[in-house]
């Protein structure tokens, strides 16, 4: 259920965002990092047989991330650049390395 939940949410933010044509309050230094977080740990989509629901899922976890990006280009003057100070690149600076040990090792 917890599932259809975050997917409905995901549903409710995709349509206030399209419908009020704004993206004000949100974060596009997040909403990228989701992205990169979703096709990152999802690459295994190419790699491993699996079930529907799982393929269902992970696809629209990567769609969801990249429909919630587009905004940011369509309605540039919604965006208040002011409070996102999300130091986006520094933390992947930063994780990056911790990942890539992480993965070797497994």
């Known amino acids: 259920i917890g599932d259809y939940l975050h997917?409905?949410?995901?549903l409710i933010l995709l349509g206030t965002v399209w419908c009020t044509r704004s993206v004000a309050g949100l974060s596009k230094q997040?909403?990228?990092?989701?992205?990169?977080?979703?096709?990152?740990?999802?690459?295994?989509?190419?790699?491993?047989?699996?079930t529907a629901y799982l393929v269902a899922h992970k696809l629209a976890f990567i769609a969801s991330a990249i429909l919630l990006s587009l905004p940011f280009w369509i309605w540039k003057s919604s965006h208040e650049m002011t409070k996102d100070t999300c130091p986006?690149?520094?933390i992947m600076l930063c994780i990056s390395p911790?990942?890539?040990v992480i993965s070797s090792e497994k």
């Open 7 to 10: 997917d409905a949410a995901i």
């Open 30 to 50: 997040t909403q990228l990092a989701y992205l990169v977080l979703f096709i990152a740990r999802y690459m295994d989509l190419l790699e491993q047989s699996q």
């Open 88 to 90: 986006i690149f520094f």
């Open 98 to 100: 911790i990942a890539a």
